[in-house]
């Protein structure tokens, strides 16, 4: 069994980074309080994630803050199925129940077929997931320069950075 656990941690792929969406790179916000928002890490294991909001007056992060954002609820987005019950609530007006039935029925098949399975492929296939989107604000912030990132990491201990983006408080 020892031997069992140490070939999978050989094996364990570390998560695929963050990635940052605002406060953009570079932006200039007035005010104190920032609202950070990414795209949650992925890992291709399945193992479960840690996901850390990391930031800094300085570059170098060597006096930070960080901040557990793992149990950070996180909207789920199913860009195609909003997109269908929308059309279908648009056409309700023009077409009636027929058609809001009929977008309803693509929205549900369009849930299932995002679920899972995967199609019994090659070991080297992958299922389309919905995005996590994770928005955390930080209230009480000094004017000055900033630089942020996230930090994941899989229940193994393999760890991936998202890039380092500034953005300055006037």
């Known amino acids: 069994l020892v031997n069992a656990l140490a070939a999978y941690e050989q094996l364990n792929v570390p998560p695929v980074a963050a990635q940052l969406r605002t406060p953009a790179n570079g932006a200039v916000l007035s005010g104190t309080s920032v609202v950070f928002e990414w795209v949650r890490g992925t890992d291709a294991n399945g193992d479960p994630l ?28 199913l860009l195609g199925a909003g997109l269908l019950l929308g059309a279908g609530l648009w056409s309700k007006r023009r077409h009636g129940a027929i058609s809001l039935l009929l977008c309803l029925v693509a929205a549900g098949w369009l849930l299932v077929s995002c679920g899972g399975g995967g199609g019994g492929g090659s070991s080297g296939s992958v299922t389309p997931t919905p995005v996590e989107i994770v928005k955390y604000q930080v209230d009480g912030l000094a ?24 953005f300055t408080l006037q």
């Open 50 to 77: 840690t996901e850390t909001l990391v930031y800094a007056e300085n570059a170098d992060f060597s006096t930070s803050t960080s901040i557990d954002t793992t149990l950070v609820e996180s909207t789920v987005l």
């Open 143 to 166: 004017t000055g320069t900033y630089f942020w990132k996230v930090v994941t990491e899989d229940s193994h201990g393999a760890v991936s950075e998202s890039d380092v983006w500034t």
